[in-house]
């Protein structure tokens, strides 16, 4: 079964404009912790956000905020004022904290955001 | 203030060679992990190791795939008698301990290997 589900292949956003990019997850684990990266066309890995399942707000970090809903097992991305510099890949990502593989990172199959002018 | 390194950024390869991937974690950083990301699709673990050890290599595919960390140098991913299916992006990500704290585990830019 599959883990992490990122349901949109491509998003599209006007610049200046909010987004959401949506992410539900699948754990019998109470404790787990919750990622964002960004991908752009160069290639590499950039951390954006960190959520703890047991963090009771919402992570922020600047334009980036994680929308944290536990019951529907959801842990939707919105970025604020999105700039060109935005248009890149973005994968969710989870870690269960169960022994054994708390160190692995399980990852959706991203979301492609263009922004445009 | 190096972050993870590795190299090379890309290697081309013809079927039935080997291909060897150098990943140096962040200073005081003793974990690393290797990933590999398939066209289209997101990261998938590999590997987990620590100096000297591996931890995890339920990842790893059973046969031609091997990574170590030796005590000085390196971590290095080889994979031999390679073949077009293992054309990927392989990601590095090291972490200063176990991943049982909260922090996220750095990455580095990737070695994407083409093979012919």
């Known amino acids: 079964a599959q883990k992490i589900t990122q349901t949109q292949p491509?998003?599209?956003?006007?610049?200046?404009?909010?987004?959401?990019?949506?992410?539900?997850?699948?754990?019998?684990?109470?404790?787990?912790?919750?990622?964002?990266?960004?991908?752009?066309?160069?290639?590499?890995?950039?951390?954006?956000?960190?959520?703890?399942?047991?963090?009771?707000?919402?992570?922020?970090?600047g334009r980036y905020s994680l929308?944290?809903?536990?019951?529907?097992?959801?842990?939707?991305?919105?970025?604020?004022?999105?700039?060109?510099?935005?248009?890149?890949?973005?994968?969710c990502a989870m870690r269960?904290?169960?022994?054994?593989?708390?160190?692995?990172?399980?990852?959706?199959?991203?979301?492609l955001l263009t922004v445009n002018p | 203030n190096a972050g993870v390194m590795q190299n090379p950024r890309h290697l081309v390869r013809r079927r039935g060679q080997e291909a060897?991937?150098?990943?140096?974690?962040?200073?005081?950083?003793?974990?690393?992990?290797w990933y590999r990301q398939l066209p289209e699709e997101g990261l998938k673990f590999m590997v987990y190791l620590q100096k000297e050890n591996i931890i995890d290599e339920s990842g790893m595919p059973?046969?031609?795939?091997?990574?170590?960390?030796?005590?000085?140098?390196?971590s290095i991913l080889r994979i031999q008698q390679v073949v077009r299916g293992d054309s990927a992006a392989y990601f590095c990500a090291s972490s200063p301990n176990s991943g049982t704290d909260t922090g996220e585990l750095f990455f580095g830019e990737g070695s994407r290997l083409t093979v012919l």
């Not at chain 1, 929308?67 to 973005?90: E, H, P, T, W």
């Not at chain 2, 991937?21 to 992990?33: E, F, I, N, Q, W």
């Not at chain 2, 059973?62 to 390196?74: L, Y």
């Open chain 1, 67 to 91: 929308n944290f809903q536990k019951a529907r097992k959801s842990a939707n991305l919105v970025i604020s004022a999105s700039q060109l510099g935005d248009s890149a890949m973005y994968f």
């Open chain 2, 62 to 74: 059973k046969e031609r795939f091997s990574a170590e960390f030796p005590k000085e140098g390196p």
């Open chain 2, 20 to 33: 060897r991937l150098r990943c140096s974690p962040m200073k005081g950083h003793s974990h690393v992990y």
């Open chain 1, 96 to 111: 269960e904290r169960r022994r054994g593989s708390n160190y692995k990172l399980t990852f959706g199959k991203g979301t």
């Open chain 1, 10 to 61: 491509g998003m599209f956003v006007q610049e200046k404009e909010a987004v959401t990019l949506d992410c539900t997850y699948d754990t019998s684990d109470q404790s787990y912790g919750l990622f964002w990266y960004k991908q752009p066309s160069s290639g590499e890995m950039i951390f954006l956000i960190y959520q703890g399942s047991y963090d009771e707000q919402n992570a922020t970090e």
